[in-house]
């Protein structure tokens, strides 16, 4: 069996971006077989599981803002640097999408946004397992 990357997505349940974060991330696990997830919750929590799964296998994080309380939390709690970091405030100025109005849901006019995430997320997913081998 191949070595998974790790995807861990924001957990910011109070912002529209955090939201978007969650949503790209499940859409890629449902889609992939070669990521799973890692709950940042957890790993903050002091997971052992999770946190060695970050220290053995590639993490890939996704934020919502440039606060980046995943990136920040693998490196301070699982002392190694993801792989690649994600940060959907970046994705919204860069390809000057709309800021999510829902906290809590995916609206249609969103949905452009969450797409755009999904293939940032697939590109960098590639360059990991293209370093890997």
Same mark, same amino acid.
């Given at each position: 069996m191949k070595p998974k990357i790790g995807l861990i997505s924001c957990s910011g349940e109070g912002l529209?971006?955090?939201?978007?974060?969650?949503?790209?991330?499940?859409?890629?696990l449902e889609e992939r077989?070669? +990521? +799973?997830?890692?709950?940042?919750?957890?790993f903050l929590a002091g997971g052992q599981e999770e946190r060695d799964f970050?220290?053995?296998s590639p993490c890939i994080t996704v934020d919502g803002c440039r606060k980046m309380c995943a990136a920040k939390g693998v490196k301070i709690y699982?002392? +190694?640097?993801?792989?690649?970091?994600?940060?959907?405030?970046d994705i919204i100025e860069k390809d000057r999408h709309m800021k999510p109005k829902s906290k809590s849901k995916i609206e249609p006019?969103?949905?452009?946004?969450v797409q755009d995430t999904m293939k940032n997320i697939t590109k960098e997913i590639d360059k990991v397992k293209e370093e890997k081998e």
């Open positions: 529209s971006e955090g939201m978007v974060s969650r949503v790209a991330t499940r859409r890629i077989d070669d +990521v +799973v997830t890692i709950c940042l919750p957890l970050a220290k053995n699982g002392k +190694v640097h993801p792989k690649s970091s994600i940060v959907i405030s006019d969103d949905e452009k946004l």
